[in-house]
């Protein structure tokens, strides 16, 4: 390269750096007004939502808070123990005991994640600014899906780690592959419960974090308890007990802990002992289809309701 | 549909600028046909699928639709909405509608409240599904495409952005979306947050923006993909007059640039100074639509009504009011303050020297006598009222 062809290269550098408000008379080609792009895939614009979903999150008081607190949860249960929970010296019992606390907080944590998100986006009106964009609705509806779904999974998947850390000292130190199988039935539990936060958000003029928690939390698995005891057939039962209200119970109880304290059916059944033959379904891999299936359903109807929702 | 049962032209974006669209690796060279600016005909469906297949680096479909036989989609046009229609139950909200924005041109989009501006702009730009008509945007069906709002930019019913965002956050994610590398967005980010006076901000939240600011913003997402087509919806609203004048500085600044651009506003004043063409609709279907100086020329010549007020020295008596009330073809007197009067004059030249004369002859100096004729606002005001009679 000449000097000259060096010089002129440097000039044309320095056009663009020295771009401030004085010179707002660039031409477009100085102003890379006239680059010509090319609209990046489905996928990208979908995972450029779910950054953009991820960054707010990370800015929400509210849910950077219940975040800590659900991470710092088995370490609270852990000094605690001692007192509140039966000690084992089992790894898996032990883990078990120490997470006792996750089915009501995946369930409230979904519902923060994802009770109001869709609903926000309407009422603050940035809709209005993402949805004339030129992607598809099914991208910014998967794109913050996705985003709540890492989050409260990532989380449960922490807890499960410092379960597991927090058992290194009195234990066996048996890490068996139902601890594995575990986290899966538990993250299609946290699967099922943010589609179903979500679906809501979507037909919520305000979204609501406490109508999906009282449906998950207490309708739900009331109905499923209290339905057998009129019919008296075991089938009914055996089919109410894999509700996907059940998979966090369900991937515990996998564990060797049968006591979930923290869970409808532990609150039930120890209140009112004796009153209800009930039990929640005992094969993981029946309630992790159906934690995906219904999942997966109510996250359809949620599109079906954004697609057609004139804004 | 179609008179050309196999032919449908293809809309095609070239990603090399410099560049001719290249069909060389594609065997379907002869069956191209080149029929306007990045408009190109195929022969038969089974030819675009195998365009689709076989597309190159140099080019990219956008979209294609069907021809029609009346067919000039994209023929010099931005925007092309046809017998729009959109019901919300038994109401319709936009009834038949049909407006052409051709490039380059500032359409101003008038109405009452309710008229339907804000629901024909929302179907426009997707953000609800019409009922019935078509859409087209630089040619492409907007309806069926979603690629069509590629080159539009858009503030609708003031849009906000997120309020834990900064503007340069704001504007990397509208880049992304629309697929613009890191640097671009950097250089693109700052070029329009300049245009709208918010690059000293950029680092800010812009939950701690005042709404003129805000505004700002949503302008420099709608400006940020350099679009040929802009679709405001009262942009000034609630705005102090500091910020509206800014906002009608951005969009001078778009003028010069050749983009079209449709605004739906209740200031009559911003399209009488802006825009070349206008659309007035009512209940949903369009009054008038034509150049706005020649309608409000139009409108003076029908009318022959002018505007007078005049501004002297001295007492107005009884009788000065009575004398120039009795005038022939003073109308609609007004006494407006202190030595200053209105009226309304249907007449000739003499008559209006006669006025004049009256002043002068009740001893009163005259220090300033301003006529105005016709102007964009007495046009309104005689289509909606013409429109509310019809209605009845």
């Known amino acids: 390269m000449s000097r000259k062809e060096k010089k002129a290269k440097k000039v044309k550098k320095t056009i663009v750096d020295s771009y401030d408000e004085s010179s707002r008379d660039l031409t477009d080609h100085q102003a890379h007004r006239d680059v010509v792009y090319a609209l990046p895939s489905?996928?990208?614009?979908?995972?450029?939502?779910?950054?953009?979903?991820?960054?707010?999150?990370?800015?929400?008081?509210?849910?950077?808070?219940?975040?800590?607190?659900?991470?710092?949860?088995?370490?609270?249960?852990?000094?605690?123990?001692?007192?509140?929970?039966?000690?084992?010296?089992?790894?898996?019992?032990?883990?078990?005991?120490?997470?006792?606390?996750?089915?009501?907080?995946?369930?409230?944590?979904?519902?923060?994640?994802?009770?109001?998100?869709?609903?926000?986006?309407?009422?603050?009106?940035?809709?209005?600014?993402?949805?004339?964009?030129?992607?598809?609705?099914?991208?910014?509806?998967?794109?913050?899906?996705?985003?709540?779904?890492?989050?409260?999974?990532?989380?449960?998947?922490?807890?499960?780690?410092?379960?597991?850390?927090?058992?290194?000292?009195?234990?066996?130190?048996?890490?068996?592959?139902?601890?594995?199988?575990?986290?899966?039935?538990?993250?299609?539990?946290?699967?099922?419960?943010?589609?179903?936060?979500?679906?809501?958000?979507?037909?919520?003029?305000?979204?609501?974090?406490?109508?999906?928690?009282?449906?998950?939390?207490?309708?739900?698995?009331?109905?499923?308890?209290?339905?057998?005891?009129?019919?008296?057939?075991?089938?009914?039962?055996?089919?109410?007990?894999?509700?996907?209200?059940?998979?966090?119970?369900?991937?515990?109880?996998?564990?060797?802990?049968?006591?979930?304290?923290?869970s409808f059916n532990g609150i039930f059944s120890n209140f009112v002992p004796g009153l209800i033959d009930f039990s929640v379904g005992g094969n993981p891999i029946i309630m992790s289809i159906v934690c995906i299936l219904s999942g997966a359903l109510f996250l359809f109807l949620g599109y079906y309701v954004v697609k057609r929702r004139d804004v | 549909m179609t008179a050309q049962t196999s032919g449908c032209p293809l809309h095609l974006e070239r990603l090399k600028s410099s560049s001719k669209p290249n069909f060389s690796r594609c065997s379907l060279a002869q069956a191209i046909v080149p029929i306007g600016n990045d408009l190109f005909m195929l022969g038969s469906k089974m030819n675009v699928l195998n365009l689709m297949f076989c597309r190159t680096r140099d080019i990219q479909v956008i979209g294609f639709t069907p021809m029609d036989d009346d067919s000039d989609i994209g023929q010099g046009l931005s925007l092309d909405v046809r017998n729009l229609t959109k019901r919300f139950g038994n109401f319709t909200a936009v009834d038949n509608l049909s407006l052409k924005v051709k490039k380059g041109e500032f359409m101003g989009l008038l109405g009452p409240n309710g008229a339907g501006k804000s629901t024909t702009l929302k179907s426009i730009t997707g953000l609800i599904s019409p009922t019935k008509g078509k859409i087209y945007i630089n040619g492409i069906d907007s309806v069926k495409h979603r690629n069509a709002m590629t080159h539009v930019g858009c503030v609708i019913e003031t849009p906000e952005s997120y309020p834990n965002f900064t503007p340069t956050e704001m504007m990397q994610y509208v880049g992304r979306i629309h697929g613009l590398s890191n640097k671009e967005i950097k250089i693109r980010a700052r070029d329009v947050l300049e245009e709208v006076r918010m690059w000293s901000w950029r680092d800010k939240n812009i939950g701690e923006f005042s709404k003129g600011m805000r505004q700002r913003v949503s302008l420099a997402v709608a400006m940020f993909p350099n679009p040929n087509l802009v679709l405001l919806d009262e942009?000034?609203?609630?705005?102090?007059?500091?910020?509206?004048?800014?906002?009608?500085?951005?969009?001078?600044?778009?003028?010069?640039?050749?983009?079209?651009?449709?605004?739906?506003?209740?200031?009559?004043?911003?399209?009488?100074?802006?825009?070349?063409?206008?659309?007035?609709?009512?209940?949903?279907?369009?009054?008038?639509?034509?150049?706005?100086?020649?309608?409000?020329?139009?409108?003076?010549?029908?009318?022959?009504?002018?505007?007078?007020?005049?501004?002297?020295?001295?007492?107005?008596?009884?009788?000065?009011?009575?004398?120039?009330?009795?005038?022939?073809?003073?109308?609609?007197?007004?006494?407006?303050?202190?030595?200053?009067?209105?009226?309304?004059?249907?007449?000739?030249?003499?008559?209006?020297?006669?006025?004049?004369?009256?002043?002068?002859a009740h001893k009163l100096r005259l220090l300033c006598m301003n006529e105005t004729g016709a102007d964009i606002e007495s046009l309104y005001m005689k289509l909606t009222d013409e429109a509310r009679v019809n209605i009845k």
């Open chain 1, 42 to 262: 489905k996928m990208s614009q979908t995972m450029q939502c779910y950054f953009v979903q991820m960054k707010r999150y990370t800015r929400q008081r509210v849910m950077v808070l219940s975040s800590v607190l659900l991470i710092l949860m088995p370490v609270i249960y852990y000094a605690m123990g001692i007192y509140i929970l039966p000690t084992s010296a089992v790894t898996n019992i032990a883990i078990a005991g120490i997470l006792s606390f996750m089915p009501i907080l995946i369930v409230l944590l979904s519902c923060i994640a994802c009770g109001s998100i869709l609903s926000q986006e309407f009422n603050e009106r940035t809709a209005f600014l993402s949805l004339p964009l030129p992607m598809s609705r099914s991208s910014f509806y998967m794109g913050k899906f996705l985003a709540a779904f890492t989050l409260v999974g990532g989380i449960v998947a922490a807890a499960y780690g410092i379960a597991m850390l927090l058992t290194m000292t009195g234990t066996d130190r048996t890490y068996t592959w139902d601890l594995f199988r575990s986290l899966m039935v538990s993250l299609c539990f946290v699967f099922f419960c943010c589609s179903t936060t979500y679906m809501l958000s979507t037909k919520l003029k305000r979204g609501s974090t406490m109508l999906p928690f009282i449906l998950l939390f207490i309708v739900l698995p009331l109905i499923a308890e209290i339905v057998p005891v009129f019919f008296k057939m075991d089938v009914i039962s055996k089919i109410l007990g894999y509700l996907p209200c059940f998979g966090a119970d369900v991937a515990l109880n996998m564990l060797g802990y049968t006591n979930v304290v923290i």
């Open chain 2, 235 to 360: 942009p000034t609203s609630g705005l102090d007059p500091r910020g509206m004048i800014e906002i009608r500085r951005t969009m001078n600044s778009l003028k010069k640039r050749g983009m079209s651009l449709l605004i739906s506003t209740h200031i009559l004043k911003e399209v009488s100074e802006m825009c070349t063409s206008m659309t007035m609709i009512n209940h949903g279907k369009t009054i008038i639509s034509g150049d706005v100086n020649k309608l409000i020329h139009n409108l003076a010549q029908n009318e022959n009504t002018v505007a007078i007020e005049l501004r002297m020295l001295g007492d107005l008596t009884n009788k000065f009011i009575s004398d120039i009330n009795a005038m022939t073809g003073v109308s609609n007197f007004e006494k407006m303050g202190e030595g200053s009067v209105k009226f309304s004059f249907n007449g000739t030249d003499d008559q209006q020297a006669d006025i004049v004369d009256l002043v002068y």
